[in-house]
């Protein structure tokens, strides 16, 4: 990473998972670390509660589906830090259009030796199990685009509209599809860094927590917030002079087929 300040951020860190991940980086980063959420009343709240335990994080609201907000965050990020560091997707992965700004580049325009970390499931590997053969082809294509994913996400919303999804080949788990949808976009982003930032050796993965007990995974799951923080933490941070994993699906810290 570069010898700026460095600057961690976690999306949807008021809660659940991503309130023990930002707990977590704040113990263990060595740079700022800045919380955000929708709800900038709640976002407060979760870095206060954090402050009373003597940890120092930074809050900025974030609305994922709201270009204005991703680019008051980007405008802020460059301006205190000049860039991004680490970032943990927890709310999920705004799939804006790219002729509207900011691009997602802009947030590493400068960065070296970044960790980016999509928060997904294991559930996805049985939905993708039971997609069509077809589909589960254009998922798993080396060479799938981010417009095409895209496509296959609107067509999946409009048969589930119509009633006829599971006919078209899909699952029926609309939470499964979206996580299908964030392992290959998290794949899709590793190859373009690859093919255009290889030497900035910015890795990028996705992830599984495990079942958590939190609001969506209930109080009969296996693992605390604190550990499902575990994997998302491993991978955000990685040492600098590490090569790998890069663009693959991570689960209890070791790569997963799927």
Request: with cysteine; proline share 6%.
């Amino acid at each position: 990473m570069s010898s700026r300040n460095q600057v961690a951020l976690v999306t949807g860190g008021n809660r659940g998972i991503g309130f023990a991940i930002t707990r977590d980086l704040c113990r263990k980063f060595s740079g700022d670390v800045v919380l955000t959420a929708r709800d900038e009343a709640r976002g407060q709240a979760a870095v206060q509660q954090l402050q009373a335990e003597g940890l120092s994080p930074r809050f900025h609201q974030l609305d994922i589906d709201d270009p204005q907000s991703i680019r008051a965050l980007r405008d802020f990020l460059l301006e205190e830090y000049g860039g991004l560091d680490v970032l943990v997707n927890n709310a999920g992965i705004s799939t804006w259009p790219k002729n509207k700004p900011p691009r997602r580049d802009d947030f590493f325009k400068d960065t070296q030796q970044g960790r980016v970390v999509n928060v997904s499931s294991q559930i996805m590997r049985d939905a993708l199990k039971k997609c069509s053969p077809e589909l589960q082809k254009k998922f798993r294509s080396e060479t799938i685009t981010e417009e095409e994913l895209v496509g296959l996400m609107n067509k999946f919303v409009e048969d589930l509209k119509k009633g006829v999804h599971e006919k078209e080949g899909w699952p029926d788990s609309a939470y499964a599809v979206t996580k299908i949808g964030v392992t290959v976009l998290s794949r899709i982003h590793a190859r373009k860094l690859s093919e255009q930032r290889r030497g900035d050796k910015i890795l990028l993965n996705a992830c599984c927590p495990g079942g958590v007990r939190t609001d969506m995974g209930g109080p009969k799951a296996t693992k605390s917030p604190e550990e499902g923080a575990e994997t998302p933490v491993y991978l955000a941070l990685l040492p600098p002079d590490a090569e790998g994993p890069h663009g693959q699906f991570v689960q209890e810290k070791r790569v997963e087929p799927w």
